[in-house]
């Protein structure tokens, strides 16, 4: 690090060690005036790991986030990227920029308005800004896109902590907007803890937007490749969107990665500080040691061999395929398109007895006569195509029995047979409230 790097550095140490130790917000944004045009997020979190590794509680980190946003706000640097294919429609970050604007609409000119016409004591307003909470609530499709994938391969990569403070922020924000609904939906709702209860879920809500952007986004720009990002805009209309209808398919295009090629030598480089700067946080957040990151690998490269199996969704090894199959809550038997049994799953507590002797035998054989003709239909139809589901459910020794048969058509919806789903459901029906992870 140069003398330059340096001191700007310790700078940044100085400002944040300030706000953690009680000074005023309004000082700390001074001081970053008076020695800053701007900042890059490598140096906002190269100084926050300076902190932790010097006693700090990494928790601390996470409770002024906020605060760190607001003196940085509008001053981090967009640092030099390799090309610029974020801002084609259909990519990723084009898309959550999207909904983002969508979000801060909504918030702006529906929410708040809404809020200051019921301040003003137009009570009629309590059932559009219901709407307007219950429409905020499809944020949940955001947060889940960017958990579900764009998280997943920050861990890949070893960023592992950035994720783990963001996910928290979400369930929050998840959590607060509930809670106002809830507490709008009540004929006891007044205005003042109302506002108390609105104001901390949107200003919650705009810092994830200021983090995501300004955090999160340049940070992934510089680690993702642009095949990663191909295939988080491939998965994500598997979660859905938020505020906004499915986005334009997003390839890569040719000159962008060439343009990437170029720069694989500083992209690499970029990971390193990337991970650097996220295992300090990360090793402060457990308890024990910290887990080496996973091997970033693209599984869809592998090929089906005596030991694995590769499927769409990912691929398991063959012991651990049996082990899924022995622990399923319910019982599974296969029968070809020739109508003859070819598998069964062997659970620990099956509802009705198999044995392997049924392998090989005719599906309608299995069964009692009177109900051979009902199989026999069933089948009929799923070839026809003019079914692809029945289900039965009757009692048997005091216990509710669920049966469900589902016909298994290929990608030119061609019969490839039927798959028999059964299951002992008396404890599920007597479910009653709810009982959380963390319960």
């Known amino acids: 690090m140069d003398q330059t790097s340096y001191a700007r550095q310790k700078k940044i140490v100085e400002i944040l060690k300030l706000l953690h130790e009680g000074g005023e ?16 997020v490598t140096e906002i979190t190269a100084a926050e790991r300076e902190l932790i590794q010097s006693g700090l509680n990494p928790s601390e ?26 801002e084609q429609p259909g990519h990723p970050v084009h898309t ?32 559009r800004l219901l709407t307007a909470l219950k429409d905020l609530l499809q944020i949940d499709k955001h947060y889940a896109r960017k958990e579900t994938l764009i998280f997943s391969y920050m861990e890949q990569y070893g960023i592992s902590a950035p994720p783990k403070v963001m996910w928290g922020v979400d369930d929050r924000v998840r959590e607060q907007i509930k809670a106002v609904i809830t ?66 398919p997003y390839k890569a295009s040719v000159a962008g990665l060439a343009k990437e090629a170029e720069h694989e030598a500083e992209r690499q480089e970029k990971i390193q500080r990337a991970k650097m700067s996220t295992e300090a946080i990360q090793e402060s957040l457990t308890t024990g040691e910290v887990a080496a990151p ?42 070809d398109s020739n109508d003859v049994v070819r598998f069964y799953s062997e659970g620990k507590h099956r509802v009705f007895p198999r044995t392997k002797s049924v392998v090989g035998r005719e599906v309608v054989n299995c069964h009692p006569p009177k109900s051979m003709h009902i199989v026999e239909k069933i089948l009929t139809d799923f070839k026809e195509g003019t079914r692809d589901v029945a289900d039965f459910w009757f009692e048997m020794r005091g216990k509710k029995i669920y049966i469900r048969y589902f016909a298994l058509r290929d990608d030119n919806n061609q019969y490839l047979g039927c798959l028999e789903v ?16 963390l319960d």
């Open 183 to 248: 507490y709008l939906s009540s004929p006891k709702a007044a205005i003042n803890p109302l506002r108390e209860l609105l104001e901390d879920a949107l200003t919650e809500i705009e810092e994830m937007i200021f983090k995501e952007e300004e955090i999160m986004i340049p940070m992934t720009l510089d680690v993702f490749s642009l095949k990663d990002w191909e295939k988080i805009a491939r998965d994500s209309a598997d979660i859905g969107y938020a505020f906004i209808p499915e986005p334009l």
């Open 25 to 40: 917000f309004e000082e700390a944004k001074r001081l970053f005036n008076e020695s800053f045009d701007g900042v890059d």
């Open 61 to 86: 980190i996470q409770r002024l986030c906020n605060v760190h946003a607001a003196v940085f706000k509008g001053s981090i640097t967009d640092i030099h990227r390799s090309n610029y294919e974020h």
């Open 294 to 335: 996973e091997k970033h690998y693209d599984w869809e490269e592998a090929v089906n061999t005596a030991e694995q199996l590769v499927f769409p969704t990912g691929l398991l090894k063959y012991q651990e395929l049996l082990a899924i199959f022995q622990v399923l809550p319910v019982d599974l038997t296969f029968v």
């Open 422 to 437: 059964t299951q002992e459901i008396t404890e599920i029906q007597a479910l009653d409230g709810q009982k959380r992870l």
């Open 96 to 127: 959550l920029k999207l909904e983002n604007r969508v979000i801060q609409s909504l918030i702006d000119d529906e929410l708040r308005d809404t809020f200051k016409k019921m301040e003003k004591g137009d009570w009629s307003q309590r059932e």
